[in-house]
């Protein structure tokens, strides 16, 4: 991932996060639902077979 994409990530917990993979399309997605103090967030990054990558992060608590 570009590091534009995870530099906003703070207090990243292995427990809150998953991977997904999708043998068919070849793409993995890994998603997180973490706190970073103040506030919590969730995000979706998305690897396409391609080497496409795409982040999306939604704070939810500020």
């Not at 997904?20 to 077979?49: C, H, M, P, Q, W």
């Amino acid at each position: 991932m570009p590091a534009e994409e995870i530099e906003n990530l703070f207090q990243v917990s292995n427990q809150s996060a998953a991977c997904y993979y999708d043998r068919e399309n070849d793409t993995l997605y890994i998603s997180v639902n973490n706190s970073e103090g103040a506030g919590s967030y969730v995000g979706l990054f998305i690897i396409e077979k391609d080497n496409t990558k795409k982040g999306f992060l939604r704070f939810l608590f500020k």
